[in-house]
């Protein structure tokens, strides 16, 4: 079982504070990672893709990958009641995307 | 923005039954997935289809499951012989390629009674 895990949470951070949010893999071949944002009841929505060692930013996230540690996180800067949510990592190895369990975040205004 | 199209919202079903998860991913899109969430739970992925073909299942996807693309549109999941377990929000995804964003239905919420 090729498996992503991530820190369960649930992760409660102050308005306007950063919300770090972390997942390791254990599938080496897995080639690119994927940070989505789920809303209670909804499907799915992308964030962040990354694929290679490093940060990638966009905006207020930024996602960082280290493959040879196989950890991949989620910086939220300034973040808003808005991003209150779960937040999934998923690796994808050839044609299937795994998940994580997802890490439910809170922000307080 | 284009969007994939998942029918019905929700679908009830007794044990045992036969039940088929319709869905119509983009048009231009050229890789179809289904993915599961029992309540609480992770997604969980089940099959991935391209070129008219299974490309990668996961060990849930067993023999009750099947997929097809019966006209170039349409793309569905049966499940032979419903059981309590299958109970679950249902996913389906598609995309351009295989590094092109993912795009997800808004699901079918399926109760096995």
């Known amino acids: 079982q090729k498996e992503v895990e991530q820190n369960s949470g649930p992760l409660s951070v102050p308005e306007g504070a950063i919300a770090s949010l972390n997942c390791t893999y254990s599938d080496r071949g897995s080639q690119s990672f994927f940070w989505y944002r789920q809303y209670s009841g909804k499907s799915p929505e992308l964030i962040m893709s990354?694929?290679?060692?490093g940060d990638k930013e966009d905006g207020r996230f930024t996602a960082q990958l280290n493959k040879a540690s196989q950890y991949v996180s989620l910086l939220i800067r300034d973040s808003q009641p808005s991003d209150s949510a779960t937040y999934l990592c998923?690796?994808?190895?050839?044609?299937?995307?795994?998940f994580g369990a997802g890490t439910r975040l809170t922000v307080k205004p | 923005e284009p969007e994939v199209t998942q029918t019905p919202s929700h679908q009830v079903t007794q044990m045992g039954q036969e039940v088929i998860l319709r869905c119509v991913p983009i048009?231009?899109?050229?890789?179809f997935y289904w993915y599961r969430q029992i309540l609480g739970q992770k997604v969980e992925f089940l099959v991935s289809?391209?070129?008219?073909?299974?490309?990668?299942k996961s060990e849930i996807f067993d023999d009750q499951f099947s997929v097809e693309r019966p006209d170039g549109s349409n793309f569905t999941l049966k499940i032979r012989s419903t059981k309590l377990e299958d109970s679950a929000m249902y996913f389906c995804a598609s995309r351009q390629g295989l590094d092109e964003k993912l795009f997800f239905g808004s699901g079918t919420q399926l109760s096995v009674l």
């Open positions: 990354i694929y290679s060692n």
């Open positions: 048009s231009n899109h050229l890789y």
């Open positions: 998923a690796g994808r190895r050839r044609g299937d995307m795994r």
């Open positions: 289809f391209y070129n008219n073909e299974i490309s990668e």
